[in-house]
């Protein structure tokens, strides 16, 4: 047995700047050009678990993930902060074309409007499909009625285009749910109770796969889904944090349960990727993220226990990851 690679925890921005083009109105393709991608990369913009944040250094956002593959940006998940981590990137928001949505849990989805609304008042003229399970709909609609006065002002006065009319929602399923440039996007159902609709994703180009698992327990059918994956973004979860977690939160046995039925352990992760051969794994979505008792270390031992010997990068806020 080799030595095993190093563990990565730091941020690897880099300078890379990119467009993509997204589906146009019932899905429908429409011919935005995209720029120039100098190479592939992943980025974690939010990496914590669960939607409430607290006090302290370094504070953890929920989840959101920047995928840029073959001249696409492609955002997955939008948990508060995501706006400002799009930014973070280098990415302006008037190039906003494609986002999933995994499932309708609030830490994936709680931004998608003031994202979008956001990217509109930051200069967005083109359209921008939205992919996510059928009740995203519902969200959608009651955010444009809540804002509807400000929107109606900002189309009257400052000749904005109607918002309304830019954003063209697809239902998820699974299989190929869509085809976003050259990227091919894929979805499997996950395991993530008391929620049905909720997903695991895989985008595909030019011979390259990235996957990433939403929320999810183990579950038969993802090792195949994420065979040979060049990237595996997946949730993960240390148990002996759980206690403390919940004893912070305050509710006890309930937290508890759901945390344990609808969650990955790290170790289980390792397994996951051994199985499956991924070729870099990413831990995400980390439960608990603000555990002192709980650092590196900890995340790397529980998922080489499972197996595990590749790359292996434990997420930041920001992380960027070459594919």
């Given at each position: 047995m ?21 589906l146009?109105?019932?899905?429908q ?36 993930t ?24 280098g ?34 003229k ?6 996510g399970?059928?009740?995203l709909?519902?969200c ?50 996950n395991?993530h ?25 183990p ?11 060049d ?13 403390r977690?919940?004893?912070r ?16 352990e790290?170790?289980?992760v ?17 439960i ?13 031992r ?9 790359p292996?990068?434990i ?9």
């Amino acid at each position: 047995m080799g030595a095993r690679p190093a563990v990565c925890a730091a941020d690897g921005r880099r300078d890379a700047r990119r467009q993509d083009r997204g589906l146009g109105r019932r899905g429908q393709p429409h011919a935005e050009p995209a720029l120039t991608v100098a190479s592939d990369r992943v980025t974690l913009l939010g990496t914590k678990g669960g939607p409430a944040i607290y006090p302290g250094a370094p504070v953890r956002m929920p989840t959101a993930t920047l995928v840029e593959m073959a001249g696409q940006r492609i955002a997955v998940d939008c948990g508060l902060g995501v706006t400002r981590a799009l930014v973070g990137t280098g990415m302006h928001l008037r190039d906003l074309t494609s986002v999933i949505v995994t499932h309708l849990h609030s830490d994936h989805y709680l931004e998608l409007g003031p994202l979008i609304h956001t990217a509109w008042t930051a200069g967005l003229k083109t359209p921008v499909a939205v992919y996510g399970p059928a009740g995203l709909a519902a969200c959608w609609e009651a955010f444009l009625r809540s804002m509807a006065f400000d929107i109606e002002t900002r189309i009257a006065d400052e000749g904005r285009p109607d918002l309304a009319g830019l954003v063209h929602l697809h239902t998820i399923g699974e299989g190929v749910f869509a085809e976003i440039g050259d990227v091919a996007v894929s979805a499997i159902r996950n395991a993530h109770p008391p929620i049905t609709d909720s997903y695991a994703v895989k985008l595909e180009a030019g011979g390259k796969a990235v996957v990433l698992s939403g929320d999810t327990a183990p579950f038969d059918g993802m090792a195949g889904f994420a065979r040979g994956a060049d990237l595996l973004v997946h949730e993960a979860m240390i148990a002996e944090g759980v206690d403390r977690l919940v004893a912070r939160v305050g509710n006890g046995e309930r937290l508890k349960a759901h945390l344990e039925a609808s969650h990955t352990e790290a170790v289980d992760v390792g397994r996951l990727a051994a199985k499956a051969g991924v070729r870099a794994l990413a831990l995400n979505h980390l439960i608990p993220v603000d555990d002192p008792a709980i650092g590196n270390d900890n995340w790397e031992r529980a998922v080489r226990a499972g197996g595990y010997e590749g790359p292996l990068h434990i997420g930041q806020d920001g992380m960027a990851i070459g594919l």
